[in-house]
C-alpha cells in the first residue's frame, strides 16, 4: 500500500486584519487560536515581518492566516480571495455543531449573500464568507450517504465516472438530490 499522508496539518492564507479573523473564527466559529508565530525571514530577496497565526479543528489540524507587516510585502502576497463559491474551505461537521454553527453566524449579524445553505442531498452545507473574503463550508453527510456499501461502491467507480465525465457524458450521478435528473 502507497504510504500517504496522516491529517492536514494547516492550510494558509494572508489575512487583511487578524484581530477580525480571531473574533471570527475564535469567536463565531468556535476554533481556539493554539499559537502565534511573530517571525521575520530573507523570503524570495526581501527581509520580511510577519506574523502567523493557527486556529485548530477537532482532529489537531489547523487553519493559518499570515499578516505582514509591510503593506508591500502585504499587496505582493495576499492578493484578494477569489470571489467564486467554488474556491473554498470545506470542514466536515455534524448536525449538532452545524446548528450551533448556524446560530452562532445569524447571530454575529451574517446575512447573505455572505452566508447560505445548499442541500446537495449526499450532504447538507451551511457557507459563510470570513472577514478576509474567504468562503467557509461546513459540511454535515446525510447518514444514508455514508453507508459502508455505498462508499466501496463510490470508490470503485470514481476512476471510471471521472472517465465518463472527461469523454463528454455529463449526466448527473447524484441520486440523493431531489431535483435529481438521470
Not at 496522516?6 to 487560536?33: C, Q
Amino acid at each position: 500500500m502507497t504510504r500517504r499522508p496522516a491529517r492536514l496539518h494547516h492550510t494558509a492564507y494572508v489575512s487583511k486584519d487578524l484581530e477580525a479573523t480571531r473574533r471570527f473564527y475564535e469567536e463565531v466559529i468556535g476554533l481556539p487560536l493554539i499559537a502565534t508565530w511573530c517571525e521575520k525571514d530573507v523570503l524570495f530577496g526581501k527581509e520580511r515581518t510577519y506574523a502567523h497565526v493557527f486556529f485548530e479543528l477537532a482532529d489537531g489540524s489547523c487553519l493559518a492566516f499570515f499578516q505582514f507587516a509591510d503593506p508591500a510585502d502585504q499587496a505582493e502576497f495576499g492578493p484578494p480571495m477569489p470571489e467564486s463559491p467554488f474556491h473554498h474551505v470545506a470542514l466536515h461537521v455534524d448536525a449538532e455543531t452545524q446548528a450551533e454553527i448556524e446560530a452562532r453566524i445569524r447571530a454575529a449579524g451574517y446575512t447573505e449573500p455572505d452566508t447560505y445553505v445548499l442541500e446537495h442531498g449526499y450532504c447538507r452545507s451551511l457557507y459563510v464568507k470570513d472577514p478576509n473574503g474567504m468562503i467557509l463550508e461546513f459540511t454535515r453527510d446525510a447518514p444514508e450517504a455514508v453507508v459502508p456499501a455505498l462508499d466501496q461502491a463510490r470508490r470503485a467507480s470514481a476512476h471510471a465516472e471521472l472517465a465518463r465525465w472527461l469523454a463528454g457524458d455529463h449526466r448527473t450521478n447524484n441520486g440523493f438530490r431531489s431535483d435529481h435528473h438521470g
